[in-house]
């Protein structure tokens, strides 16, 4: 089954750039996510990637995969004090529908 | 365009109370799914319903946990006798369909006493 490991902590300058990087274990997921969780607040869909392309942009958000090893990166361009925040990325188990996702990266951004 | 509604937002109740928590899934998603999130366990699948019919309860912890999913609108997460080891954040989510982006509601913050 997926297993989905990412860094538990990473800390900016506010406009700076920010990366959150993620590595999974099952090539077969077809789509993986990046959602992002404020406090008290649930999982909100931030962005994802579909598995035959490299890279997708949208806005300050860039998504980077790499099949080969396994490796996915959100990138926050212009990082602002509203990205503190919780961010999980996620892959599809092969052979079950079911989301596998990370334990989360705790983003802080600092003036 | 309404998204995944639950409720209670919040709920405090004693050990043994039954406790039922409700789902109502974006309009036109067949896809519904459980989700538990703790601090030590991180986010944890319970279940998921696909077009009302449960397909994985595979991450149900135990017996005192149930799910229905009685229309495409509406699904309950009910947990007798509770515990205090279940307290935490309760999700729900739905899809288009069981391999499709996932929307998540705002959770259940529930604490047993």
């Known amino acids: 089954g997926e297993d989905v490991e990412q860094s538990l902590f990473l800390s900016v300058r506010e406009g700076d750039s920010s990366v959150i990087n993620c590595t999974y274990t099952d090539s077969s997921s077809t789509y993986l996510y990046w959602y992002k969780q404020e406090p008290g607040a649930g999982l909100q869909l931030l962005t994802y990637?579909?598995?035959?392309?490299d890279m997708k942009q949208d806005q300050r958000l860039t998504v980077l995969l790499n099949k080969k090893d396994k490796h996915l990166s959100l990138r926050i361009a212009d990082t602002q004090t509203g990205d503190s925040a919780i961010y999980f990325c996620?892959?599809?188990?092969?052979?079950?529908?079911?989301?596998?996702f990370g334990a989360g990266t705790r983003l802080a951004v600092h003036p | 365009d309404a998204g995944v509604i639950q409720s209670p937002r919040h709920e405090v109740t004693e050990m043994g109370q039954e406790v039922t928590l409700r789902c109502k899934p974006i309009s036109g998603h067949n896809s519904l799914f459980w989700y538990r999130q703790t601090m030590m366990r991180g986010l944890e699948l319970l279940i998921y319903f696909n077009n009302n019919v449960p397909i994985d309860d595979s991450g149900m912890p135990e017996d005192r946990f149930s799910a229905k999913m009685p229309n495409a609108s509406f699904s309950t997460l009910k947990i007798q006798p509770s515990e205090p080891r279940d307290s935490a954040v309760y999700f729900c989510?739905?899809?288009?369909?069981?391999?499709?982006?996932?929307?998540f509601g705002d959770g259940t913050r529930l604490s047993i006493l």
């Open positions: 996620a892959g599809f188990s092969g052979g079950y529908n079911k989301l596998i």
């Open positions: 989510a739905s899809s288009l369909e069981d391999n499709q982006p996932q929307h």
């Open positions: 990637i579909f598995s035959n392309m």
